[in-house]
């Protein structure tokens, strides 16, 4: 028995000294092509815009703006899932399950720094955003290319996402990396 627990021990010392400073953002996400809609793609195009504002108050260390853009993006997903669409019932659980998903992110946005701080903050946002993910992935979105970007935090071995219109981008989380940086993945392309 002595033995035994020698050598998980030493398996344990052996891979906990490891260093992996490369970030492998494994997706948990499908991008589900056949419950595309024009309409839903339509409607979800503010969020998607405001969500780039948030990114870019983020980026600016902007807190006055970030919270005005997250007040605006709680009502914005409120509004729109309320709204009586012509969809199927699985576009229809689709949509209103993940607009309401990103809205508790973004009051969660709103609590954390106002009770937090901004590293609670970033963490909040970097959930709003996986939230926007997987409601753009299930709802097969392709009015816009979206792009996916992952970098490292040290509080948080998946690092930060956020997603971008555009294929390079500078890292909001850390606005100090004045470096451009190039998507990991295309939303469109998550197979």
């Excluded at 028995?1 to 000294?17: N, P, Q, R």
């Excluded at 809205?103 to 701080?117: F, M, S, T």
Aim: charged share 20%.
């Amino acid at each position: 028995m002595c033995k035994y627990f020698g050598f998980v021990a030493c398996i344990l010392i052996l891979s906990c000294g490891e260093s992996n400073n490369q970030v492998n953002f494994t997706t948990d996400y499908k991008f589900m092509a056949q419950n595309q809609n024009n309409t839903l793609d339509h409607q979800v195009g503010p969020v998607l815009l405001a969500y780039q504002e948030l990114m870019k108050g983020l980026y600016q260390k902007d807190t006055n703006y970030m919270n005005q853009t997250v007040n605006e993006m709680v009502h914005l997903t409120d509004s729109l899932a309320s709204l009586t669409l012509k969809l199927d019932s699985n576009q229809q659980k689709i949509w209103t399950d993940g607009l309401g998903n990103l809205n508790a992110e973004l009051q969660g946005v709103q609590l954390a720094d106002k009770v937090n701080g901004m590293e609670e903050a970033k963490m909040s946002i970097h959930m709003a955003g996986l939230q926007l993910l997987s409601l753009l992935a299930q709802m097969g979105y392709k009015e816009h290319l979206v792009y996916i970007f992952n970098v490292e935090n040290s509080k948080d071995e998946d690092g930060y996402v956020w997603l971008s219109l555009q294929k390079s981008s500078r890292d909001p989380f850390h606005s100090e990396n004045r470096k451009e940086i190039m998507a990991q993945e295309v939303l469109q392309e998550i197979k």
